[in-house]
């Protein structure tokens, strides 16, 4: 900071900001997509499964 | 009413949760482009104040999610219909994510702005009260197996903890923070107004994808546990008053 009270740089902080933002927000997209396909697959066996049991 | 206890199904295909995100994500491209780039330093700020177009919209956000997960809560005890439970789930953890990543921005404007990474401040102490009270009623839904008490448990909790979130908003209002006060039109020059919107609706669009698409995630995870094909039997909850209590 210069003597005028206004902040003089700081980019680094606002990188970091931004990086932080994509690495949580994409990550937690991608984390949702995973887990619900997953959950999908598994459904799906589990009515396969089912269906097997009846006939 | 009559289906409102059945279990919660899947309906449709998960192109528009995915719509929503990406339209979302596009948004928030332009918008942080606008910001880093083309908007101009602010006065005393300088180039530090262009965190504040992530930050801003992702505390919009994070409350409006929250809001809707209070909502959500509201809903399932008077209605008891799953699909209510499902939302909550996903919008409180939307929610949790969304304010610990405006925690996580507010930490770094502070340093170069406070001096401190952290201060107890009215509005930094309420924010973080709020984002331990959804984290611990998230972490409850975890430990209960009984689908019924989960939900019902978690609205009631849910329903409490939102108290916090207008102490939030209102902390700067109410208290001497060391927070600035919450910015409007008129205190805003409409140089940083474009960038700040754009990422606003960004953020809007990318949440509900998300809670969308985590709402269908624990539709699935209910179907699993309250319906065929599962031979567990169909568990059910019946708000109070509702006609037809077989309990």
Known sequence: ?55 | MADAKAPPVERGAPAIAYALAGLGALLLLWGSYWGLMLAPKEAYMGDVQRIMYIHVPTAWNAMLALTFAFGCALAFLLRGDWKWDARLEAAMEVGVTLSLLLCMQGSIWAKPTWGVWWDWDPRLTTTAVMVFAFSGILALRRFVDDPVKRAVWSSVAAIVAYVDVPIVYFSVKWWNSLHQMQSTPQTVSSAFHWPLRINAFGILFLMFGLISLRARLATLRLQSELGPPSPKPVAQYVPAGATGDTR
């Open chain 1, 1 to 55: 900071m210069s003597g005028t009270g206004v902040i003089e740089g700081g980019w680094e902080f606002v990188v970091a900001a931004y990086a932080v933002s994509a690495i949580i927000l994409i990550g937690y997209a991608v984390s949702i997509n995973i887990r619900y396909r997953a959950e999908r697959a598994r459904r799906k066996r589990e009515a396969e499964r089912a269906a097997e049991g009846i006939a």
